[in-house]
T-cell receptor
Framework: DTEVTQTPKHLVMGMTNKKSLKCEQHMGHRAMYWYKQKAKKPPELMFV???????INESVPSRFSPECPNSSLLNLHLHALQPEDSALYLC???????????FGPGTRLTVL | DQQVKQNSPSLSVQEGRISILNCDYT??????FLWYKKYPAEGPTFLISISSIKDKNEDGRFTVFLNKSAKHLSLHIVPSQPGDSAVYFC???????????FGTGTSLTVIP
């Protein structure tokens, strides 16, 4: 299995909602990532988990809360988001931090 | 500070011809480079990599060249096909690093 899966594919939420994005990989990768991507921009790193521990938090607002329940799963909990948080949220994994990353298809998030 | 730059936001090439996408970096610690291809509303797909011990790596129609002294790499696609139309990102890291730094992307259009 060489895939990174993400659910849901699309999500529309209000500013008072609480929702979660899910990511899963079964490649035995030990590093997992959350990125945010706006149209015509490169992926913007949000969080890095290495061996299930948060190793990088790129000054992301606390309304985004990552969680790594085990080595195959990565969640991103969302609460009190703003319309400007609307974007494509990408999950990726890699063998280690130095290796090529494999991306999931993304979750298209719209905040109303 | 953008450590990896792709100065051409877009490129159009006739089908069958060569496409050359360029990438420059500023951090001399970078020693591992990747190219990704991205279709709209999908996650980036890994294409090809090169480490600093090489100056060329080839995979089918894709060849990446690295010029360490100029801190420059390029991706050559020969022959270009309409299905190659996508946004291409280069990314860089260093051994021991736990993240990749992405360029701003070049949108390639291959005209049939």
């Amino acid at each position: 299995d060489t895939e990174v899966t993400q659910t849901p594919k699309h999500l529309v939420m209000g500013m008072t909602n609480k929702k979660s994005l899910k990511c899963e990989q079964h490649m035995g990768h030990r590093a997992m990532y959350w990125y945010k991507q706006k149209a015509k921009k490169p992926p913007e790193l949000m969080f890095v988990y290495s061996y299930e521990k948060l190793s990088i938090n790129e000054s992301v607002p606390s309304r985004f809360s990552p969680e790594c329940p085990n080595s195959s799963l990565l969640n991103l909990h969302l609460h009190a988001l703003q319309p400007e948080d609307s974007a494509l949220y990408l999950c990726a994994s890699s063998q280690e931090g130095y290796n090529e990353q494999f991306f999931g298809p993304g979750t298209r998030l719209t905040v109303l | 500070d953008q450590q990896v730059k792709q100065n051409s936001p877009s490129l159009s090439v006739q089908e069958g011809r060569i496409s050359i996408l360029n990438c420059d970096y500023t951090n001399s610690m970078f020693d591992y480079f990747l190219w990704y291809k991205k279709y709209p509303a999908e996650g980036p797909t890994f294409l090809i990599s090169i480490s600093s011990i090489k100056d060329k790596n080839e995979d089918g129609r894709f060849t990446v060249f690295l010029n360490k002294s100029a801190k420059h790499l390029s991706l050559h696609i020969v022959p270009s096909q309409p299905g190659d139309s996508a946004v291409y990102f280069c990314a860089a890291s260093w051994r021991g690093g736990n993240q990749f730094y992405f360029g701003t992307g070049t949108s390639l259009t291959v005209i049939p």
